[in-house]
């Protein structure tokens, strides 16, 4: 299963030498970290908590060494539990022309 967060920023139209107009979506990805996971035995059900994540803008870096600083998040049902690990980053890469 692939997925990604991503934030929307807007539309476009883009025509072909035919004139044959293609509409578009413009989307901006982040850093996505799979943050937690729930398990079937534990929770009931599997997912991959994944989150879309922000520059800190941490004064001092030291104070926040181990944060994560988290903008969005979102909890995706999974039908395999061991597709995914915590840390893991997911990027667009896993996409192929046509997904």
Not at 1 to 21: C, H, S, W
Not at 66 to 79: P, R, T
Request: hydrophobic content about 40%; charged content about 30%.
């Amino acid at each position: 299963m692939k997925f990604i967060l991503a934030r929307k920023i807007g539309m476009t139209t883009l025509f072909e030498e035919d004139g044959k107009a293609l509409n578009g979506t413009l989307l901006e990805v982040g850093k996505n970290v799979v943050l937690g996971m729930r398990v079937a035995q534990k929770d009931g059900y599997s997912a991959a908590i994944l989150g879309f994540l922000k520059k800190n803008k941490e004064a001092d870096p030291k104070k926040r060494k181990n944060f994560i600083s988290v903008k969005e998040f979102a909890l995706k049902k999974l039908e395999e539990e061991s597709q995914f690990q915590v840390g893991q980053e997911l990027s667009v890469e896993q996409f192929q022309v046509g997904d």
